[in-house]
């Protein structure tokens, strides 16, 4: 039997003309661009427009129950063009945020960076098949240098140590919200 959520098409990469008011389709779910591997559609992922290169930057993301979108890609909004920065293949696991779908971001198009704390996502350790865990780390994409950093990384996963460092520092979350004050440069 097939689930409301496996029988509903996954439809792809629209625009909106305010103009007009009319919506065109870029790309169809799984299109293969001659510019690199299919684009796929996802929910829960990041997208973000930075206004001095003119591109929107995707990443990560959720497919059915059990497909975790790990690429990273740019679509250029005046000329449509993808760049994939990352097909999500041949990734270190030390070198990119989790694979995940409740990751917030933010983005500093004055400074080139993109900010990123994870949230639910795909256990290192069990591959794309294994479980879900709440990680708690802090990336930031340079887009100058195409780099990740991790600027903060805790793994700790026991009840009692989150509860001894509740005044320190955040717990791991995965329904939360971030923030960025451009004025500080800082994420809030």
């Known amino acids: 039997t097939l689930s409301l959520h496996d029988a509903l098409p996954i439809s792809g990469l629209f625009v909106y003309h305010i103009s007009t008011s009319t919506w065109r389709c870029l790309w169809e ?7 690199g591997p299919q684009v796929k559609s996802r929910t829960g992922h990041s997208m973000l427009f930075n206004t001095a290169d003119r591109n929107l930057y995707i990443f990560g993301g959720q497919r059915k129950r059990d497909e975790y979108m790990n690429d990273f890609f740019t679509v250029n909004v005046d000329n ?11 990734n270190s696991e030390s070198s990119i945020p989790a694979v995940g779908y409740t990751q917030r971001a933010t983005i500093d198009c004055a400074r080139g960076e993109i900010h990123v704390m994870t949230g639910l996502n795909k256990d290192k ?12 780390s802090f990336w930031v994409y340079e887009m100058n240098n195409k780099r990740w950093s991790c600027l903060y990384r805790n793994e700790k996963n026991s009840p009692a140590y989150w509860n001894s460092r509740q005044t320190v ?20």
Request: zero cysteines; proline letters at 4%.
């Open 29 to 35: 779910d799984g299109q293969i661009i001659s510019t």
């Open 80 to 90: 449509e063009t993808i760049n994939f920065l990352s097909d999500g293949l041949n």
């Open 125 to 136: 350790d069990k591959k794309m098949t294994g479980e879900t865990r709440v990680s708690n």
């Open 169 to 188: 520092e955040p717990r791991p979350r995965y329904a939360h919200q971030l923030v960025y004050d451009r004025d500080r440069k800082s994420v809030v």
